[in-house]
Structures are given as structure tokens and as C-alpha cells.
């Protein structure tokens, strides 16, 4: 549900989606979009934790996935009403059909990475339930599954495999016609 702009304008909706595997810098270069654009960041799965006051490890133990997966879905479409924000999805919500249906038409960012910058950045640690039995099978396993539904969803594809955020956060930035927040007091 994207709301309208106070003047009934075009409706408001974040400047960037920002979706990919465990490990692919979502939260990290959401956060650092967000500031160089000048603009509010929302984490989807840190609004949830708060919400519930609960990890997702914890939900998906104590609930169950489904359960997790129902709040997850609705927190996107809260978020997607954000207006001038980044939003950084977690790596499960863009398999939901719904949850596809509301990303139409929104600007998209696929943070592609491969399972050795993956492994360095997350530490295949027991806080990611779905990987939690052998957990560099089943990121591979996780991400053939996805790659393909990244990929249709995405406006934008950014290759992380040995990048630093502030590089990734550039090539965003340029791709998506903007400035930053510091380029434009200059």
C-alpha cells in the first residue's frame, strides 16, 4: 500500500529497496545509502526485533516461520510507505508473493555476493536460524533457490565480492541518478 504525497502528487515511496542473500551488506550499505542521500534508514528485521521484543532467531524458534514470515511481510508493506527512506529488507522476505506484488514498481537493489564474502562478513553464526545445520551448504543451497527471484525484482544489481561498502554505496548512488547528501551542500 504506497500512500499519496501531501499535495495528492505521485505517491511516496523509498528511494531504495534494498534486498539480498544473508551476508550481502543489506543493513551495512542501507544504513550508509540512507546517509549519503540524506535520508531516514528502515531495517525491516531490527523493526521487527523491537516490535515483538525478540530476536529472529528467537522468533522463528518460540513461532515458527510461518509466524515470522506473517510479520515480516507486513512490516515491508508498513515500510514501503515510508517515503524518503532506504529500506534494507531481510534476506527471506522478497520470496513471499505478497510481498513481490508490493515491490513492483519500486526502486530495487539486488546486493549480489558469492558464499566467500558472504562467510567473512556473517561468520556462518548460530544467529541465522536458517542456516544454522551446515551452514555454508545450505547459504549455497538458500541462495540458488533465491538468486533467480533476486534477480526479476531488481532494478539495480550491484556485484559486492570484494568490495567496501563506501564503494558499493557509490556505485548506488550513481545508478541512481542522485547526488549525496554531502555533494549537494557543496
Known amino acids: 500500500m504506497v500512500t499519496s504525497a501531501p499535495t495528492g502528487g505521485a505517491p511516496v515511496r523509498p528511494l531504495a529497496v534494498v534486498i539480498g542473500p544473508p551476508g550481502a551488506g543489506k543493513s551495512t550499505v542501507g544504513r550508509r ?14 523493526a521487527i526485533e523491537a516490535a515483538q521484543g525478540a530476536t529472529i532467531s528467537d522468533l522463528f524458534v518460540d513461532h ?4 515470522f514470515r ?3 511481510r507486513a512490516e515491508v508493506a508498513h515500510a514501503l510507505t515510508g517515503g524518503d527512506v532506504v529500506v ?3 534476506g527471506g522476505a522478497p520470496m513471499d508473493p505478497e510481498t513481490q506484488t508490493l ?7 539486488f546486493l549480489d ?7 567473512r562478513r556473517i561468520g556462518f553464526e548460530g544467529n541465522r536460524p536458517l542456516l544454522m545445520m551446515n551452514p555454508r551448504a545450505s547459504w549455497t543451497k538458500m541462495m540458488n533457490e533465491r538468486r ?14 570484494g568490495r567496501k561498502p563506501a564503494e558499493i554505496v557509490a556505485e548506488v548512488v550513481a545508478a541512481l541518478g542522485r547526488t549525496t547528501a554531502t555533494e549537494e551542500q557543496s
Not at 555476493?113 to 562467510?119: M, P, R, T
Open 64 to 67: 515458527g516461520e510461518a509466524h
Open 113 to 119: 555476493v558469492g558464499i566467500a564474502d558472504a562467510a
Open 148 to 161: 533467480d527471484t533476486y534477480q526479476r525484482l531488481a532494478t539495480i544489481r550491484v556485484d559486492t565480492a
Open 88 to 90: 534494507s529488507l531481510g
Open 103 to 109: 515491490l513492483a514498481g519500486h526502486t530495487v537493489v
Open 70 to 72: 506473517a510479520l515480516e
Open 33 to 46: 545509502l540512507a546517509a549519503a542521500l540524506g535520508v531516514r534508514w528502515h531495517d525491516t528485521d531490527s
